[in-house]
């Protein structure tokens, strides 16, 4: 299987080796069985060789979660304050992450990265969770809450079994753009296999209106070495690139972004053709920076505010050109 993985890896997986002789043991990639050197230049990395993902098969397409937001069903509390409600489920099951390449992940609600909770800052948020999964589980959210509400072992409801479930809730605080994940050691196992996604607390006085986007950037150890084989923004390498993400000229753009990567230090976004304003956390509405490129470490999330002068297929990508090669680039494509 392991052996399999890497020879359908090494060929459909657009690489250079001289990319990945530099990464060196940091990056152990799957070359043991390699054949020799490709000839230098594969094109514009437009996607994976040998053809696409079924993304319906897989039960989720990144083109879809992009714009996705779940907000939950509501209802009012006594005291006038906004009640949301998820119901969120681990489950086992086989993906395909690049175009013949499958890897047994985990998933909430049968997604990766999973839904993408959205509040509104104050708002009462009841999540309940049950694990399908045949591991313990747990969701554990990034924001303001109490200590039983924290989604890791020895708090609340502590670890969850395979086959129950429990509930957490708290207040949607503070405002800003964070993330939930499965807090059961070994951690980065539990994440990498795809235990995670995003959430958002709008705040109370609304951002303007735009066209919003949420990115996931995330990685895929497809021979289990600790190390990611596939890189990607929601999921699938080379999604956005196949497929771009189709901007209206002028008009606001604003992108949530996430990085959950595990088994490297940093990410990045790249964007080309333009700038963006950057809300690290998005815990302020006053941006830091002007700017083409941001980095996160993992865990960290930030939103970018950018409009597009001039029509065109604009390119976005990790700066790390390596992450880039092995799937995390796409295309914006503005309208006339
Ligand atoms: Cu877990």
Redesign the pocket.
């Known amino acids: 299987m392991l052996g399999l993985g890497a020879a359908a890896l090494h060929a459909t997986v657009p690489h250079s080796h001289g990319t990945a002789a530099a990464a060196g043991t940091e990056h152990d990639m799957p070359h043991a069985t390699a054949a020799p050197a490709h000839s230098a230049g594969h094109g514009s990395h437009a996607g994976f060789r040998g053809g696409e993902v079924d993304h319906a098969a897989n039960g989720f397409d990144p083109h879809v979660i992009v714009r996705d937001f779940d907000w939950g069903t509501t209802s009012k509390l006594p005291d006038g304050r906004t009640l949301r409600e998820w119901t969120l489920a681990?489950s086992e099951q086989e993906i395909e992450v690049a175009p013949g390449v499958k890897f047994m992940a985990?998933a909430y609600n049968g997604r990766i990265p999973g839904p993408t909770l959205r509040a509104k800052e104050g708002d009462r948020l009841r999540i309940r969770f049950y694990n399908g999964?045949d591991?313990?589980?747990?969701i554990h959210f990034h924001g303001i809450h109490t200590a039983p509400a924290d989604g890791v072992l020895g708090l609340g409801a502590g670890?969850i079994a395979p086959g129950k479930s429990t509930v957490y809730e708290f207040d949607a605080l503070p405002f800003g753009l964070h993330l939930y994940h499965?807090?059961?050691r070994p951690l980065a196992?539990?994440?990498a296999?795809g235990?995670y996604g995003a959430f958002i607390i709008d705040p109370k006085d609304a951002r303007p209106d735009a066209d919003e986007l949420v990115m996931v950037m995330n990685g895929f150890d497809t021979n289990f070495d600790r190390a990611n084989e596939l890189y990607a923004a929601n999921t699938i390498g080379f999604a956005y690139s196949e497929r771009p993400i189709r901007i209206k000229r002028n008009e606001l753009v604003r992108l949530y972004l996430v990085n959950v990567l595990e088994y490297d230090l940093i990410n990045s976004f790249h964007l080309h053709g333009n700038f963006f304003h950057y809300f690290p956390t998005g815990t302020s509405k006053e941006p830091v920076e002007f700017t083409d490129t941001v980095m996160q470490c993992q865990g960290q999330r930030g939103i970018l505010e950018m409009r597009f002068p001039y029509p065109g297929k604009y390119m976005f990508h990790a700066h790390q050109s390596e992450f880039t090669e092995l799937g995390w680039m796409g295309f914006f494509e503005v309208s006339a």
């Open positions: 681990a985990w999964g591991h313990p589980h747990t670890e499965c807090h059961v196992e539990h994440i296999k235990l």
